[in-house]
């Protein structure tokens, strides 16, 4: 035991001397956590539209005054013909311009009826439709609101509801999916790089000509970057609850859990790697370009897995972050408990064992 | 009684293209101070990881204190103190934190050992708190015997301890193998420098995977078949090439201040005729002396007897 202790004590040695360690380990999850998070959003922010309001009455008003409410957009200005909207679009300045018509509350209030016409660019189709989308709904709001204060027409409306996302945040979708790939990342990395390093510098050799068990030399190793992942997690947690607004919903110690699971999943990953290799750079090699490509694919927080061809979704299968995605964004967002994730936590369980009864056969008591 | 044994042993790399150990059978007894002589390649190595269990060999048998090198590995790598010939301590920690940690790892403490590597370590004593990797040469070495003695092992391996260490260094080193062989402890060591053979008390000598010679320093001497001659001039480069070209001449090597040369026939006679071939060549100041062959001559000379051997 004292043996296994001075071990792990020898390995945070190791961690905390090497600052290019360090630097990947703590600096790496906190960059890709903000760059995800604020810059790399499918959301529109502060898009910049024109209002073109012939009708200047109360309707129009606040219609306009809800759309400058709005995060989604900003008034660059408002306009007085169509003209000058299309040598708007044309500066390239603005997204969108909404336009009132004559007389737009009388119709709205006598007519029951009264019309708005959105002008999106759409040399961005998927911006375009994203915009239209936004101000829909605001209108639709204000309907809503003058309908309740007036007495109700017969009239059938559709009700959309964004469940578990009302606000449709990005961030929820990417929360999860750098969680996933940070711990995979850092673990399956950090763990294999500091077996082959201790092949490459020859301590292995030393290592292997003293009583100490082969496997508690794996243990050791382990240890520490599962102690330091869980930091890692917790940072992570702390920055998405805080800084991006993002929900934990869900149990925390479930969701500790079950990172734990993908950690030791990780380790087990990179205790295979690390037997198959014997430099640090193909083992640093193997583990970015086998790992990172593939869990930033496959996990499903970049590319909608439902889209992929049946050939790709059978591989992301085998990717043990998909699972976790799929587990953390239960906890996470939907607040869900165990008995929604048994079936996805089972079959980490079952990847986890499979890779460590591999790599334990594999790990050589010898050199060569 | 014999603390290491090595009966056949042979290894091969490649899938049996590259033979490294060609059926090396020897013996070390306990207590003795051992020396493997032979350049690079020569096996010396692959010995060794065999001996300390890291390789398994493809042939023959070899056992360390008794134990078998394949059945009972775990008992050996309790009992023996291996130092390879690379640097394999850990360079980011302190002297201090190698030795410590190497102790446990063993399931022992400085302190319980201290008297058996007091004099070595009381040298690295100052520089305590140094990382291994900023040390100088020698007092890596002086680290990796402490770190390899810290469990008093029974037997020590200590694969080419002074290559890359200074002169001075090197004496040091050799000084204190043998203050830890008065400790009853079994040293197998291995060097390329043949100047250090005589420090030991038997050798073997070995080339590409075979022993040569295995005897005390002075007996691989006395075995020397012939008179060996040193002979130079002014013009030694000239002298080499020119004594090649004369018909008596058995073997003959650059060493150092001197050409050392065997001949056929050593009579007065035959002497006295090299040296008027030398003059008639233009070369002065000859002197040609009888000598008393190195371990370096018995090598070259077994070298290039098995290779006869070998071509016919």
New interface residues.
Partial sequence: M??FL??VR?EF??VF??SKTMLMLFGLPIAQITLFGFALTNEIKDSKIVICDYAKDEASQQITYKLAASNNFSIEESLLSHQQIEEAFKAGKIKLAVVFPVNFTYDLLHLNTAQVQLIADAADPNTGSTLTTYATSIIRDYQQDVLQSKSLPLSITTEIRMLYNPELKGVTNFVPGVMALVLMLVCVLMTSVSIVKEKE???M????????NPFLVILSKAVPYFALSLINLSVILLLSVFLLDMPINGSVVLLFAESSLLIVTSLALGLLISNSTASQQTAMLLSLMGLLVPTMLFTGFMFPLENMPMPLQVIANLVPAKWYYIIVKSIMIKGLGFSSIWKETLILVGMTTFLLVVSFKKFK???? | MHDVVLDKIRKTYNKNSLVAVDNVSLSVNKGELFGLIGPDGAGKTSIF?IL?????PDGGNASVSGYDVVKD??II??H?G?M?G????????SVE?NL???A????TTIKENYDLIKEIYVQIEPFKTRRAGKLSGGMKQKLALC?ALIHRPTVLFLDEPTTGVDTVSRKEFWEMLKRLKSQGITIMVSTPYMDEATLCERIALIQSGKILSINTPANVIAQFPQNLFAIKSTNMSGLLKDLRDFGNIESCNAFGEYHHITLSDESDATQHELKTYLESKQHENIVLQSTTPTIEDCFIQLMNNQDGGNSN
């Fill in positions: 004292k043996q001075t071990f020898k040695y190791h001397r090497d510098m020859g301590t050799e030393v290592l292997l000509v003293s009583p100490f008591i010898r050199l060569g | 990881r300390t269990t890291l390789l398994l590995y775990k790598r309790n023996v291996y390879p690379r640097f394999s301590l850990y360079q980011d920690l934190e410590n940690f190497f446990t790892l063993f399931g770190c």
